[in-house]
């Protein structure tokens, strides 16, 4: 009997470490997004203590009421500045190929806790239609997020292109659907963006190349993306409209019940 073996543990390493990279030149792309969602809870913070600090120095006594709203509204922003820097560091933690059950939904939730105050700056309304009931499916819920987060980047590009293309304006949003589909966890992230010619869609998925401009892309998103869908048992698709838009589709096997519970 003859046996033969292939150590794979460096062509792992190699492809965790691609991810991590492309994971940090996401984040870079993301700074001025993340400041503008941080600025809300800081702005929010120094109105309330200027408050206090004008009265105080006035000398003036402030009704237990308001001083009760000004203080719980000056910890909740302070929860939420907190949760976004926790997001973010937790975003960007070196992630395994470890597979748990998870909900669909959370990093679905998790991209918008960063990127919503940018797509809004942008301009982009945001449409999220998340079934709540969906079964769970073995994945990466830090590595699903970075494939979430290209995706809603690429579609916030694509809608900015409309107009360096010469297409005549159109109202830019983004629908993120998740849903049950002959038996299989899938998500949709929708655009109304410039679509993609027929030349380069047999070539999106292909490591380095980018239809955008030079210092606007890697071109390694959407291949990053596709090997971690594969790699959880799922698939990516895509369908696109030159001037209507794009939607990219991933599904996922389900995981059987009686596995979920156990």
């Known amino acids: 009997m003859i046996a033969t073996t ?73 929860d939420r500045a907190s949760a976004i820097i926790g997001h973010l560091r937790e975003f960007g933690r070196k992630s395994s190929i470890a597979r748990h059950p998870i909900d669909i939904n959370k990093p679905i939730l998790g991209v918008f806790t960063i990127l919503g105050q940018q797509l809004r700056v942008h301009g982009i309304d945001v449409v999220t239609e998340l079934n709540p009931d969906l079964p769970p499916v073995l994945a990466d819920e830090n590595r699903l997020e970075q494939v979430l987060i290209n995706l809603v980047n690429n579609a916030r590009d694509a809608m900015e292109s409309r107009k360096e293309q010469g297409l005549r304006a159109a109202p830019r949003i983004l629908t993120v659907r998740s849903l049950l589909q002959d038996d299989r966890v899938v998500v949709t992230v929708s655009d109304t963006g410039a679509g993609m010619p027929r030349a380069v869609q047999g070539r999106i998925f292909e490591p380095f190349f980018t239809t955008k401009a030079v210092g606007k892309g890697t071109g390694l998103g959407l291949s990053i993306s596709y090997s971690i869908i594969r790699d959880y048992g799922g698939v990516i698709d895509f369908e696109t409209t030159e001037g209507v838009g794009t939607t990219f589709k991933l599904s996922f096997p389900r995981i059987p019940d009686e596995e979920a519970n156990g």
């Open 6 to 78: 292939t150590d794979v543990t460096e062509i792992i390493e190699t492809e965790t470490n691609l991810i991590q990279a492309s994971k940090m030149a996401t984040l870079g792309e993301m700074a001025a997004g993340v400041a503008h969602e941080l600025n809300q809870p800081l702005n929010a913070i120094k109105l309330g203590s200027e408050f206090l600090l004008t009265m105080s120095e006035q000398r003036r006594a402030i009704a237990e009421a308001d001083l009760q709203v000004v203080a719980r509204e000056i910890s909740s922003e302070i």
